[in-house]
């Protein structure tokens, strides 16, 4: 197996195989099958909500690489006269830069440094943008969700629920047949606003935005929570996933906030935070009524896949990983994406295969119909938590 591995790593250098999830369950007995909202997917990578999903032809590269599923770049949210309540989030911002980012005295991440925030383009482009998602979802493509920031209110204020409402009607509108799927983002500049310095009213939102947005969708729809690294200690943060019942699914975490210098970050901090706060939350006395999970944050390997995986999570989306400096990568063609697949999936000691081999090898994973399947680290995980 170590030595088939070797020999694809080189071989799909210059490209992966059309259908690579089917060829590593001939090849070698994996069955890398994994969950988003509910929906399975033949892998577990995805592309977290950001600049990497702004227009259709980044989805149509996307769905071209093999990527699992594509999160759109978050919509700030409007009623019927176009007005936003978290209009502050809908700001024009292109530079982005990719840097090095230390944790501790050895460890060196990358993170992308950008003073953006949501879609700042007329809503009438972010629904023809879902509406090429749409078909690239119903040709079995790709897996295209939206993802919209909705008006968050203060304790002792109503949500507004005509923006619910009108946001919602549309995007179901152009989305066509049911259920939409949906993520609503609270990001680390909200983590680093006013508004949340109150847990309480942090909780609250958890509580009942899921049900306000069911309630405004003129069709079924399923929610997907993308939580805050919130400026509280790690049991807060337990505190919110637990808070967050009513939700289909919970994408775990999004990236730290840098006061001093007003910006959010990821690389090792973000892992280390995030893994820390999964595995805590596993062991709590409500784990079992814990919606499915995605994992997000410094996914630069499938050993860190594997990372997530053990402490629950379904599937990934990663963003910093598919924008490195080209030499990062030991692919030799095609898109970021599809190099950063290959790296993901067959590097022969970091990669998704490797690691879960060296899992059975070690007896901490077991063939199923001789098969050893992504989804029974989640199965495991819970079984030990
Ligand atoms: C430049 C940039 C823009 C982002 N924009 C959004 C966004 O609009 N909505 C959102 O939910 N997450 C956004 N994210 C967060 C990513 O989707 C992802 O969850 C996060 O960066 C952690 O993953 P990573 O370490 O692989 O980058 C953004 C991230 C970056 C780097």
């Not at 680390?188 to 969708?217: F, N």
């Not at 959010?264 to 595995?279: P, T």
């Not at 995986?309 to 379904?314: P, T």
Request: aromatic letters at 8%.
């Amino acid at each position: 197996m170590r030595a088939r591995l070797e020999r694809d790593f080189d071989r799909f250098k210059r490209g992966l195989p059309r259908d690579f999830p089917a060829h590593v369950r001939e090849t070698y007995g994996i069955d890398l099958t994994a969950r988003y909202l509910g929906e399975l997917v033949p892998h577990p990578i995805g592309k977290g909500s950001g600049q990497l999903s702004l227009n259709p032809g980044q989805l149509d590269d996307d769905a071209a690489a093999g990527l699992a599923f594509a999160v759109l770049k978050t919509v700030i949210a409007e009623d019927a006269t176009g007005a936003q309540a978290m209009a502050a989030w809908a700001i024009h911002e292109t530079k982005m830069k990719v840097e090095r980012r230390r944790a501790g005295a050895d460890r060196e991440g990358w993170t992308v440094t950008w003073k953006g925030r949501g879609w700042d383009r007329p809503f009438g482009e972010y629904l023809a943008l879902l509406r090429a998602g749409r078909d690239l979802t119903r040709a079995g493509r790709l897996l295209v969700v939206p993802s919209v920031k909705y008006h968050l209110p203060r304790l002792a204020e109503p949500f507004r629920e005509d923006e619910y409402r009108h946001t919602t009607g549309l995007l179901a509108d152009a989305w066509g047949d049911p259920p939409l799927l949906l993520e609503k983002d609270f990001s680390p500049t909200l983590a680093g606003d006013e508004l949340a310095d109150d847990r309480a009213q942090i909780l609250r939102w958890l509580r009942e935005v899921p049900g306000r947005i069911r309630a405004a969708s003129p069709i079924p729809v399923r929610v997907a929570m993308k939580l805050m690294n919130a400026r509280f200690d790690d049991a807060f943060q337990v505190e919110m996933m637990n808070a967050s019942t009513e939700a289909d699914a919970l994408v775990c975490f999004n990236r730290l906030f840098d006061a001093a210098r007003g910006v959010a970050y990821g690389g090792w901090d973000l892992s280390d935070r995030n893994l820390n706060v999964l595995e805590t939350q596993l062991t709590s006395h409500a784990s079992a009524g814990t919606p499915g999970l995605t994992g997000t944050g410094n996914i630069c390997s499938g050993r860190m896949i594997l990372e997530y995986a053990r402490r629950g999570c379904e599937s990934v989306q990663l963003h910093t990983f598919f924008q490195l400096p080209l030499s990062e990568y030991a692919a030799t063609h095609g898109s970021r994406v599809q190099r950063a697949l290959h790296a993901l999936v067959f590097h022969p000691r970091d990669g998704l295969i490797a690691v879960m081999l060296e899992r059975e090898a070690r007896g901490e994973l077991e063939r199923q119909g001789g098969e050893l399947r992504f989804l029974d680290l989640r199965a495991h995980a819970y079984h030990a938590g």
